[in-house]
């Protein structure tokens, strides 16, 4: 049955759903609307790079204003081709791949001068080569991820708060024009809903993350052991890209909180993945499943694109790419719906030409021919 309202009240009901449907609406003008993206970016732009208190438990100072997930040295300087690397940028409207220089690369606020120290034996080495320094790494990504998906949470709760004042005002305004008096309102569609349903996903990470944190912590301060289950490969490839980031998605109706990352080095390049004990079969699916050289960059891809924008890569490989794949490989980021360890659009064409040149079989079997149809119609 539908509800019959009156003239100016069912006028003045859709002036709201079209203002909630619409929230550009709610300004003004055009103008008005960008100096309020563009102050809003820059401020969170702005506050991303203020001072923390420092990220390991117990400590009161703050920190530095540039801690590295991934060290400069070694990783990121052995990318570095004119001075910078590529890393993923939101900017005017849509995303680009942004040069940054070495200094800027992977940077956050984390850890005090004190701190940043303890990742100081493998930084000097440029090289992950042990159990303990694989450990340390997992730590600065869990640490760096729970920084960014804290800090994504509070400005996103911050900008809902302001449209929702602003969708007041505007519905009073409207209210006074259409003789209805306004009470309040509710939005659970639309933009709102869905900025609604981003800051309850995102808590629902943080939250995740945080016990990622608690299970790991005994080993950072070498009071017992790590309850995390970590596995990395040492590949004998090195895939110019550094990387390191985060993994949320449902795995058979329970929810998979992972971190994850690439570094290389000088002997190829380093891959971990590590989460709570409980979803050791998630990583060791992944694992089992990076048997080649194209198992591994396929790997990478996948986490480039559909799990994580924090990574840093030669210009070089990205360069050659025709433009119509580069926009269809930015747009795939914005995919995101449940993902596993591929990609079907090629990002690192050299490596794929090499490893598809190793020798095969006289005869190959109709799967393997699939495969490799499959691996060169990426690059096309």
Known sequence: MTANFPRNVQDYMDRLFALADDPSK??????????ALFASMKSKAAGWKQPIQCMFRGCQSPSISKSHTVQRTGPITGLIEKGHVLTPHFS??????????ASEASTFPGFCSKHELIFGEFERKSLIDTAVAVELQVFRTICREIRRKRYDVEWLERTYSEMMLRFETKAREEARTHDVI??????????????????????????????LYDQHFPTIERTGESKLYIASIQGDILIPVALSG????????????????????????????????????????????????????????????????????RPSVWDPIPADRKSKILEDMFDLSPHGPNYHRSIFDELRIKALQIPHPV??????????????????
Request: hydrophobic share 40%.
């Open 26 to 35: 709610l300004f003004a003008s055009e103008g008005e609307l960008k100096a």
């Open 182 to 211: 306004f009470e309040g309102a509710q939005i659970e569609d639309g933009v709102f809903g869905v900025a609604q349903t981003h800051i309850l996903t995102g808590n629902r990470a943080l939250s995740s993350l945080e016990s």
């Open 246 to 313: 985060l993994i949320d998605y449902e795995v058979e109706s329970r929810s998979v909180t992972l971190v994850c990352g690439v570094i290389p080095q000088s002997q190829g390049s380093l891959i971990y993945l590590a989460g709570s004990d409980k979803d050791k079969d998630v990583i060791n699916r992944y694992i089992r499943g990076l048997k080649t050289d194209l198992s591994l960059i396929d790997l990478v891809e996948a986490w480039m694109v559909f799990h994580t924008d924090h990574w840093f890569l």
């Open 363 to 380: 005869v190959l079997s109709p799967e393997q021919t699939q495969i490799l149809n499959y691996q060169r119609a990426k690059m096309a």
């Open 92 to 101: 005017d409207g849509e995303l680009q791949l942004k040069r940054v220089g």
